[in-house]
């Protein structure tokens, strides 16, 4: 057994994680972190193994650092196996189908369109609050039907609940989560419009009454949706954002080829993923790469670090937006737990870099981009920039 005291939680390697991936696929196919007791999978051949083998590696107790009857949270999705998982994946899958993207996009290219007009307006911006994080809060607003307190409440409730997977939970994050599935209980839900994907999911339990009637389960489900795209969303566009101010020689290139734009948003994926890690656990004794794995035990599965393995992407740390395997990237996890959200993220993401290159020839860094401690998601707290014209 390989053991540790590299710790992917250590505030150093939440800042720029990327050498110390470096370090960890370096060890081998798996290592065990004793201080955290975490069993470490950071190469793509081995993180990709685990999150396919949903067999072995189970999902339904916790995809997160704390397990889910400990933290008391569980969704119908992310937090269950086959065959509850394909009942419930079932039940909200029509609504993320290609003919719902085609009806969204056009009210998500006028949102794009207008952020970033009134953005040049200003022309030096605080980019996540000024573009990063209002967009996904209007797309998931007009995806789901939940008209959604202000902004900061937003921002916060999406923060929450993706540090809900963190190894260090703060209370207040818990509290926060908590607050949130009670607002939407009490408040949001009373409030959807008719013909709308909350209303489906609320009072028909989604396609063919798929969703239990009693208990949590309608609600969980809505919840998770409607949380799951805010800071996730929101982390991939500011990152985007900062690829291309480090990189102006590949904004340069999507300007001059706006059809590069679909690939742009994979390789920014893969080369700063929004999520960092998720977690499986196993019931019985197992293996990752020939190392044995005891029964109950907490697998940490980082695709961050998988997307830059030199193994699976030549020249890895490069950002590159014509590279030809992006799309290879973990950045949404694969198999039965692929990103339900995906195609949404995809969306808001190329209409957003296309607004942005009709109109800016170069972002400029203005200050200090200043990163988040959130373990989950790797996201800016900060990210000033000068939108220079076209
Ligand atoms: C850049 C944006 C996003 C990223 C990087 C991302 C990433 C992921 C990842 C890695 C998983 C798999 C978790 C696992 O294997 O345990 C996942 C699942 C999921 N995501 Fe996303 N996500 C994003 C946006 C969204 C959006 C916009 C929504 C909703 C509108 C969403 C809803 C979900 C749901 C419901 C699941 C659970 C799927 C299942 O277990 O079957 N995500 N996401």
Known sequence: MLVTDLDP?????????????????????????????????????NASYVLRNYRDFTSSLGVGFTRVPDHG???????????????????????FSRAAMTRLRPAIRDAATELVEAAMAVGDIEAVTTLAQPLPDLTIRLLTGIEPPDPDTMAAWGDAVGQLASADLDPLHAKLATDSLEWLAAEGVPALPEHC?????????????????????????????????????????ANAINAFAEFPDQWDAVRARPELIPN?????????????????????PTSIGGASIPADSDVCVIMAAANRDPDRFSDPDKFDITRPDAKAHLAFGASIHLCLGAPVARL????????????????????????????????????????VPA
């Open 73 to 95: 949270y569980r969704y119908p999705l992310v937090d269950n196996d086959p065959p509850e998982h394909t009942r419930a994946r079932r039940a909200v899958q029509g609504h």
């Open 264 to 284: 742009a948003v994979e390789e920014v994926l893969r080369w700063d993923s929004p999520f960092r890690s998720f977690y499986r656990r196993t019931l019985a």
């Open 9 to 45: 939680y250590h505030p150093d390697h939440l800042k720029n994680p990327y050498p110390f991936y470096g370090k960890l696929r370096e060890l081998g196919p798996v290592t065990f972190l004793g201080e955290r007791g975490i069993w470490l999978v950071a190469r793509y051949e």
């Open 197 to 237: 994907m909350g209303r489906a999911i609320m009072d028909l339990g989604g396609e063919n009454g798929r969703l239990a009637e009693d208990g949590l389960e309608r609600l969980m489900m809505l919840d998770s949706i409607w949380l799951a795209g805010i800071d996730s969303s929101g982390s991939l566009l």
């Open 348 to 387: 808001e993401t190329i209409e957003f870099l296309t607004a942005l290159a009709g109109r800016v020839r170069r972002f400029e860094r203005t200050g200090e981009a200043v990163r988040s401690p959130n373990q989950a998601v790797r996201k800016f707290c900060s990210l000033p920039i000068r939108l």
